[in-house]
T-cell receptor, first 114, second 118 residues
């Protein structure tokens, strides 16, 4: 069985400071992992994905994430937050075979303070 | 590439009526489409998975007679909410995948449809 846990439901940071959004996963198989961002009343936008290649994954808008198998983690980071980063972020795990159903985390709402 | 559209983007309907939401893959052939529901400040909940030409597979607890899903072509899936009630008001999001894109692991999401039932 697969599951994903986003450890923080809300994160607040000041503009220009680093962002850390935490995600832990559980998977019986080698997983694919994704981070998506959702702005209010919008669909999901892919930030980055891990699919068993490089463990440090760089995404759009300065975000990156590191796949750590020993810690079963896939935390999302950004060196310097921007006001436009305020949104909901979802960590997703999916198996690399089978139905490829997405297992969503509960989401982390990022607030960026001026 | 891999663009998915939804129509309408928002819809208001009266209680007891039915409403249809379309999901289209614009630049690829989607062998599998997924329908999600999202309540305010919550995560996405998978409602059903549909493969082109086959009956949809519904998640546990989702009423298949209420949420009719049709995937008649490789570029179009529809979700019909029948006899809608206020509790069906929600944000509905579709996604699509194809074996030739990222090995089929990745889903490409539509922009969502806001349904309000009065």
């Amino acid at each position: 069985a697969q599951s994903v846990t986003q450890l923080d439901s809300h994160v607040s940071v000041s503009e220009g400071t680093p962002v850390l959004l935490r995600c832990n996963y559980s998977s019986s198989y080698s997983p694919s992992l994704f981070w998506y961002v959702q702005h209010p009343n919008k669909g999901l936008q892919l930030l980055l994905k891990y699919t068993s290649a490089a463990t440090l994954v760089k995404g759009i808008n300065g975000f990156e994430a590191e796949f750590k198998k020993s810690e079963t983690s896939f935390h999302l980071t950004k060196p310097s937050a921007h006001m436009s980063d305020a949104a909901e972020y979802f960590c997703v795990v999916t198996p690399t075979s089978g139905t490829y159903k997405y297992i969503f985390g509960t989401g982390t709402r990022l607030k960026v303070l001026a | 590439g891999a663009v998915v559209s939804q129509h309408p983007s928002w819809v208001i309907c009266k209680s007891g009526t039915s409403v249809k939401i379309e999901c289209r893959s614009l630049d690829f052939q989607a062998t599998t489409m997924f329908w999600y529901r999202q309540f305010p400040k919550q995560s996405l909940m998978l409602m059903a998975t549909s493969n082109e030409g086959s009956k949809a597979t519904y998640e546990q607890g989702v009423e298949k007679d209420k949420f009719l899903i049709n995937h008649a072509s490789l570029t179009l899936s529809t979700l019909t909410v029948t006899s809608a009630h206020p509790e069906d008001s929600s944000f509905y999001i579709c996604s699509a995948s194809a074996p030739g894109l990222a090995g089929g692991h990745e889903q490409y999401f539509g922009p969502g449809t806001r349904l309000t039932v009065t």
